[in-house]
C-alpha cells in the first residue's frame, strides 16, 4: 500500500477552463487517478482554488497547482501507506499550513487525495464507496441510495438572460428504485422541453444542463411550468416528484438587499423569507438551499424556524462543507440539512467528517456537483452511498453529469437487495 508516485496533469473541465487531474501509483504497480471540479457561483468562505493568473487561459490555468502537487506534496507523501487517509490528508493540510489551502490550492491537495483513495480501493478491489466506509470506519451498516436532484431550469451566474435565482430542480422521490427516480426526472425534463417548445422559448441548456430561457417574465414562472412538466409526464407533484430550489442568494445580494432584476425588487431579509415562504405554500417545493446570503446568520434561524418543519433548509455557500461553519449553524439553529462538495474544502477527510457531522445532528447531506468546472469524476456518488446521502444534485444532461447517474445506477446494481432507497424517507437519517 505504498505511495511509490503522485503525478498531477491540467485537464480540461466541462467550463472550458483548465482543472487538475492527479494520478497515484503504489509500489504494486496499481494506479488511482482522480480529478477536481470547481464552481462557478463558489462562495466567498470556499478553500483556495490556485489559479496561475497571466495570459495562459485568461489566468485560469492550474500549472502552479499541477506543480505543487509534483514537487512539493509528492515528495512528502511518497512513501506513506495510501489507506491512511486521514495522516495524508492531514500531512498535507499541515504542509499547506494556512486556514483556507491558499498555499499549495485546494484543487492540488484534493486531487491528491482523492488519486490515493482511489488507488488504495482499486489495490482492494473495493467499491469507493465502501473503501470510503472502511477506511473512516463509519458506523453505518445500511445501504440508503440517495434520490436523484436534477436542475432542470437554471439561471442566476450560470447562465445568460434566464431566472435571478440560480437552480430550479426536480427532485423524484415516489419510487424505490433509483432507476425508476432517475428516469421519472428525466421525463419531465423531457416534458419541460416539449412545454418550453410550445411557448416559443429557448430549450439551450446553461452550464449544469438545465434549460436556461429567456423571457420568463416572472421567477415564480418556471415553478409554474414545471408543475406543468410533472403533469404532463404523468406523475403527481409532490407526491412522485417534488421540486427544489437554489437561489443562491449570496449571487444576487448587493449593499444589504437581494436584487430581483425580473421583479424589478430590492428585497430584505426579511422580505425574502416571506417570498420563499409563499412558494413553500402554493408549490410542492422538498427542498430550500441557499434562502439567504452566505453571512446573512441573523436571518437564517428566523427562516429555518419558519420553514424547516415542512423542508429541509440546505446550506450551501453558509457552510461550505467546512465542519466549522456548519457547527455554527448547528449551534445558531440556520439550517437542518446541508450540501455537500468535496472541493469546497478540499481533502476527503474533512468532507467525510462534515458528513458525519451533519448526520449526528440528524441534517441530511446532499452531494452535489459543481456549476462551472464539472470533470467525469464520480466519486461524489460513491461518497454518498457511503454516507447516505438524501440526494445527489447533478444536472439531467451533458456528459460529465449523466455520468454521475450512471454510476449511482451501477452501484444499485452491485448492491442489488442490499440498498434500499431513500424514496419518500429522505429526512430519515438511517
Ligand atoms: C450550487 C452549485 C452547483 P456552483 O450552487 O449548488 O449546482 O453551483 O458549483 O456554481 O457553486
Ligand atoms: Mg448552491
Redo the contacts with the bound molecule.
Sequence with gaps: MKIKSVKAREILSSGSTPTIEVTCKLNSGIKGTASV???????IHEAFVLMDGGKRYNGKGMLKAVGNVNNIISKKIIGLDASKQRKIDETMIELDGTENKKRLGANAILGVSLAVARAAANQKNTPMYQHIRNIFALPIKKFILPNPMM?II?GG??ADQSTDL??YLVSPIGSKSVKENIRSGIEVYLALKRILKEKGLSVNVG??GAFAPSGLPTNETPLKIIKEAIRKAGYKAGKDIGISL?P?ASEIYIKGKYKLNKENKKLSSEQMIDYFEDWVNKYPITTL??PLHEDDWDNWPKLTERLGKKIPIIG??LTVTNPKRLQKAIDLKAINAI?I?LNQIGTLTETVDCCMLARKHKFMTVI???????TNDTTMIDLAVAVNSGFV?V?PSRGERVGKYNRLMEIEDELGTKAKVAGKDFKKIV
Aim: hydrophobic residues 15%; negative net charge.
Design positions: 471540479p470547481y464552481g462557478a457561483s463558489a462562495g436542475v437554471e451566474k450560470h440560480q437552480e452550464n449544469e437554489d443562491a438551499e441557499d450551501d455557500d450540501l462538495k452535489s456537483h459543481r456549476g462551472g468546472g464539472e444534485k444536472g
